[in-house]
């Protein structure tokens, strides 16, 4: 006998990590699945995690006590249509789009409020699918709740226990407030890493010279431009308003710092730098001094007692300096749970071929 049901519509890299979760931490959980992709049910199934596998979106998603929808932002619409008239009303319905404002708004039209809490977990990956779907993508990752006004809140506080119980930290937020925090620190910046980008290939000489050199900060800031184009369109014309009035903001800060440089203000130069650096710095996994050549890679790791203990002493006997170490609780952008960094390249390349001999999975920045 479960304890709980949970279903998933779309079982990608997102839908996949948040179901093997729920088996590996929560106690008699069944879970019910339905993909476009045959190939990722099938192994759902061959791997225990996927119960019941569908072909189709029916009746049987009316056991559910929470049903994710989890395929693309666009298809929720029509996925909605489907299951209306087959969610229990004691059913909790949620998503993990990084856009509220308009699933919200569907939810409203269909009349699903009672029922509905937004969900953002703030992690992920380059790759894509079920395939890549691991349960430790979204260990200590914020997880962000937005419910609608008229969810009942002991349906709220369940979802932030089960959400804790998958091992992320819960936040929650209006959907509003979400996508206008979104749109600042993750839909923005990858609209200005991407022009930047652009700026430097139209800018460059025929033989590439700034290709070529480029390196330290610029592919530091620019690292986000290489994800996925068609994830990005549909986030901007989700997300637009948000995006729009911020940009014009930006816009206007760098019309000031324009202003500034043509009259070679040295003040006011040196409080922009000095005060970008000051606010970086305080950020939880941000190392100190100025954007600069990092040494780092992320490691997957599970939330359990002495895993980062471990990891360091491995380390420590190989005669390895760690300069800085943290938890990295957003993970859009880049994999990996535990976050090290090292002094030099020689270090970073030991250390990356001592822990994947130990079995440990590495990213490395590109």
């Not at 619409?77 to 919200?104: A, F, M, P, W, Y």
């Not at 014009?248 to 800060?253: E, K, N, V, W």
């Amino acid at each position: 006998m479960s304890d709980i049901t949970c279903g998933f519509i779309g079982l990608g890299l997102i839908g996949g990590s948040i179901a093997k979760a729920l088996k590996e931490k929560v106690k008699n959980v069944k879970i019910i699945a339905y993909d476009i992709n045959i190939d990722s049910l099938k192994a759902a199934a061959d791997d225990g995690i996927a119960d019941i596998v569908c072909d189709r979106i029916d009746r049987r998603f009316s056991d559910c006590d929470y049903l994710f929808l989890c395929a693309p932002v666009q298809k929720n619409d029509e996925n909605l249509l489907q299951i209306r008239d087959i969610l229990s009303s004691d059913c909790i319905l949620t998503d993990v789009g990084s856009v509220k404002t308009d699933i919200h708004l569907h939810i409203a039209e269909m009349g699903l409020e009672s029922q509905f809490i937004g969900g953002h977990p703030m992690a992920g990956s380059e790759r894509v699918g079920y395939i890549n779907s691991k349960a430790v993508l979204i260990e200590n990752a914020y997880y962000i709740l937005t419910p609608t006004p008229t969810v009942d809140s002991a349906k709220v506080e369940a979802y932030q226990e089960l959400v804790t119980k998958m091992g992320a930290i819960p936040l929650i937020l209006s959907y509003n407030q979400h996508d206008y925090v979104t749109a600042a620190v993750s839909h923005l910046p990858h609209v200005i890493a991407a022009s930047l980008v652009n700026l430097v290939r139209d800018s460059d000489s025929p033989e590439g010279i700034m290709k070529m050199i480029a390196a330290g900060g610029f592919k530091d800031i620019t690292r986000i431009a290489s994800s996925s184009a068609v994830m990005w369109q549909q986030i901007c014309l989700t997300n637009t308003d948000n995006i729009l009035s911020l940009l014009d903001d930006y816009i206007a800060s760098l019309n000031k710092i324009r202003n500034e440089l043509s009259r070679k203000q040295e003040d006011e130069l040196y409080e922009l730098f000095d005060s970008a650096r000051i606010y970086r710095d305080s950020f939880i996994s941000a190392s100190s001094g100025p954007i600069k050549i990092s040494y780092s890679m992320n490691i997957d790791i599970a939330d359990e007692p002495g895993a980062l203990a471990s990891i360091a002493t491995i380390l420590a006997l190989n005669s390895i300096s760690i300069k800085n170490i943290g938890i990295v609780h957003n993970r859009e952008a880049e994999g990996g749970v535990l976050k090290i960094e090292l002094y030099d390249e020689e270090s970073m390349n030991r250390a990356g071929a001592i822990l994947s001999g130990k079995g440990y999975h590495i990213y490395k920045k590109k």
